[in-house]
């Protein structure tokens, strides 16, 4: 059955620090992969996706995610975080008739 | 990427009415819509998927009669919550999922607070 995994329910980084959060998928096919984040009260605003080609996708914001196949991994990364990241992020995978399948969800958190 | 809006973005109602909510995709014609209901703390959980000028197709679990969808137009999608009770309220987020020109990404509503008294 299609899956995602987002092992992280809270991480908490330094402002400035790097970023990365992880996120495991299960899918027969090729995965179309999203990364989302939302912020409290918020709808979810796409921050990148990969549907196929170079592997490591730049996105909105500074973000970026590389696709590991053999890992079956999409994580999301960022160099230097800003306290506006704060939020929740979604990893998803793209299903049959468009729908989408979220993983739990990761809350970051930035400290000062 | 696309533009959804939603209408309202919050609401209180008391128990045993109906309440009706809008899902716009406002810069193109969206054939697929997607309603989630979020808990707090939790992911997006999918109810239906809403065609237009079709009926919506439900997920598993979730009462077609309690949640009608309406799809009647390219641009507009409605969930009405039938004799709301209590434990209806919830986080209700619509999406839209983009033609060929979106690379079939689903792009989100700012989402719905419904309070059921």
């Known amino acids: 059955a299609q899956s995602v995994t987002q092992p992280d329910i809270h991480i908490t980084v330094s402002e400035g620090a790097s970023l990365e959060l992880r996120c495991n998928y299960s899918y027969g096919a090729t995965p179309y992969l999203f990364w989302y984040v939302q912020s409290p009260g918020q709808g979810l605003q796409l921050l990148l996706k990969y549907f196929s080609g170079d592997t490591l996708v730049q996105g909105i914001k500074g973000f970026e995610a590389e696709f590991k196949r053999s890992q079956s991994s999409f994580n999301l990364r960022k160099p230097s975080v800003h306290w506006s990241d704060a939020a929740e992020y979604f990893c998803?995978?793209?299903?049959?008739?468009?729908?989408?399948?979220f993983g739990q969800g990761t809350e970051l958190s930035v400290k000062p | 990427g696309a533009v959804v809006s939603q209408h309202p973005s919050r609401v209180i109602c008391k128990s045993g009415t109906s309440v009706k909510i809008e899902c716009r995709s406002l810069?193109?014609?969206?054939?697929?819509m997607f309603w989630y209901r979020q808990f707090p703390k939790q992911s997006l959980m999918l109810m239906a998927t809403s065609n237009e000028g079709s009926k919506a197709t439900y997920e598993q679990g979730v009462e077609k009669d309690k949640f009608l969808i309406n799809h009647a137009s390219l641009t507009l999608s409605t969930l009405t919550v039938t004799s709301a009770h209590p434990e209806d309220s919830s986080f209700y987020i619509c999406?839209?999922?983009?033609?060929?020109?979106?690379?079939?990404?689903?792009?989100f509503g700012p989402g719905t607070r419904l309070l059921v008294l």
């Open positions: 998803a995978v793209g299903g049959q008739g468009g729908k989408l399948i």
């Open positions: 999406s839209v999922k983009g033609g060929a020109q979106y690379q079939e990404t689903q792009y």
């Open positions: 810069d193109f014609q969206a054939t697929t």
